[in-house]
């Protein structure tokens, strides 16, 4: 199945270990499920067969060296060290990080923008959930203060999700945005009466460079528009959930 994976690209600085971290973004394609879960649904919460879910997931423990912390997510800016959470225990929250190598941070989604983080030194690893919600409670800040890391020393990268040209807001979310920095503004595009279309990448970057983040990276995948890969809760309504997962490869 690994043929099936998106592969984050890092826009690394010369002489960084990321040879010690691992990231990957699953597809729609390659599991057992059948419609509108077809087929390599990872979420155990969309109404999918739980046979299914549960072989998917058994199909990616095989890629991974552990299991990941399967959260349950809230769209909220909750973020748990993975190492520190019990086994077999569902955590809440919406982000993850980790310092161990061989623990696996994931987070699920369909539209929402998954954000993945590094270090430059191949030392921490983390995973966000960050749909509009997630954004505005303030996830990304949350999660880059759980790396213990300076900023400057902090990577990112924005995954799949619903792109600029898809993703419809009412004037509520924007306003939201705007209120806590004018510069939000950009990421906004008039749409209709009272409606908007929303950057969720832009947005992102604006959060991370505001923390001192320069170093992001982004993924050009639009989850609305590519059906083929991509599950999408907008497009479908009743649909599968991709993983984003990241973790520490162990070096001899």
């Not at 010690?20 to 394609?29: E, I």
């Not at 009743?238 to 997962?245: E, I, K, P, V």
């Amino acid at each position: 199945m690994s043929a099936n994976f998106i592969v984050p690209e890092w826009d690394a600085p010369s002489g960084a270990r990321l040879d010690r971290v691992r990231a990957r973004v699953t597809t729609r394609r390659g599991g057992v499920g059948s419609d509108p879960y077809a087929s390599f649904n990872l979420g155990d919460h969309v109404g999918d067969d739980p046979v299914a879910v549960a072989t998917n997931r058994a199909l990616l423990r095989r890629a991974l060296p552990g299991e990941p912390l399967w959260l349950r997510q809230v769209h909220g800016s909750q973020c748990v060290v993975a190492e520190e959470s019990r086994s077999g225990i569902v955590v809440e929250a919406d982000a993850c990080v980790s310092f161990r190598p061989g623990t696996v941070c994931a987070v699920l989604t369909a539209d929402c923008l998954p954000v993945l983080f590094c270090d430059i030194r191949g030392t921490a690893v983390g995973a966000a959930h960050a749909g509009w919600r997630g954004l505005a409670a303030g996830v990304l800040e949350k999660s880059a203060l759980a790396l213990r890391r300076p900023a400057e020393e902090i990577m990112a990268w924005l995954g799949p999700a619903i792109g600029p040209t898809a993703f419809e807001v009412g004037d509520e979310v924007r306003a939201i945005f705007i209120a806590n920095d004018a510069a939000a503004a950009s990421a906004f595009v008039p749409h209709a009466a009272g409606k908007w279309l929303c950057n969720l990448h832009e947005l992102a970057r604006q959060r991370l460079f505001a923390l001192g983040i320069r170093r992001i990276a982004s993924a050009d995948f639009c989850t609305f528009n590519d059906d083929e890969r991509f599950f999408s809760y907008r497009r479908d309504g009743a649909t599968g959930r991709m993983a984003s997962l990241i973790w520490l490869e162990s070096i001899p």
